[in-house]
């Protein structure tokens, strides 16, 4: 798939507004965490070092899958390995086809990840992410085994916890990525305030498939005209 000069920036661009978003809501911080937008055989991505609250176009790489650097003067991130990974072995989601990944740092997804094995569901909208949450084993940052280990606890799912490390969540585009991103920290952050409370409640089997059930039914979720 050849792409247009046009369609190159448009995503660098792209990438960038989603690492200010992103930064901005409290999920990146500093230089911690990364994003990435494909387009056809290309990818762009944040570059290593990258203050990503004020991130630019200029400090999104463009690269191709073999990870040459196709745009741009930085070098990309330091995680290539896991969001090519994830790009070559998770060819749709629930949703299509993977467009995007957000790799992030955000503080209560990361607190989960140091203590529980799995991210349990606590609440419905859990389920739009794929259902309960899996945290992959701990493996050093950059590295095949890591990049392996995230492709695993990404099977069914649109997001999961890397152990004592942070989070990652993938889209079709970019926006929905950003928004299971989100999702799965505010899920991290309800799971913190209800243990603080006492034992969490955890929705059963039924009562989930109940759930999809009836958001099936109503098409939750949509915006409908009234009839």
């Known amino acids: 798939m050849s792409t247009t000069p046009a369609e190159r920036g448009e995503l660098r661009r792209d990438v960038a507004e989603a ?6 809501a409290g999920l990146l911080i500093g230089t911690a965490g990364n994003v990435s937008a494909r387009l056809g055989d290309l990818v762009a991505v944040t570059a290593t070092g990258a203050h ?5 176009p200029g400090q999104v790489t463009l690269v ?10 930085l070098a990309p991130t330091s995680e290539l390995a896991l969001h090519f990974g994830i790009y070559a072995d998770r060819p749709s989601t629930q949703l299509g086809q993977v ?11 990361t607190a989960v990840a140091c203590v529980l094995d799995e991210l349990p569901v606590l609440h419905y909208q859990q389920l739009a992410l794929g259902g309960a949450i899996p945290v992959a084993p701990y493996a050093t940052f950059g590295t095949d085994e890591l990049a392996a280990s995230v492709r695993t606890a990404l ?53 989930q498939a109940d759930v999809i059930r009836v958001a099936i039914e109503r098409n939750y979720g949509s915006t409908q005209e009234n009839r």
């Open 19 to 24: 690492a200010r978003e992103l930064a901005a």
């Open 52 to 56: 990503l609250d004020s991130c630019t």
């Open 155 to 207: 099977a069914g799912r649109s997001a999961a916890l890397m152990a004592n490390h942070g989070s990652v969540a993938v889209g079709a585009t970019l926006g929905k990525a950003v928004d299971n991103a989100l999702l799965l920290e505010w899920l991290c952050q309800l799971h913190h305030r209800a243990s603080a409370l006492g034992t969490p409640r955890v929705l059963t089997d039924d009562q």
């Open 99 to 109: 467009g995007a990944v957000v790799h992030t740092h955000a503080p209560f997804a």
């Open 64 to 73: 191709d899958l073999d990870g040459a650097v196709v745009e741009g003067d």
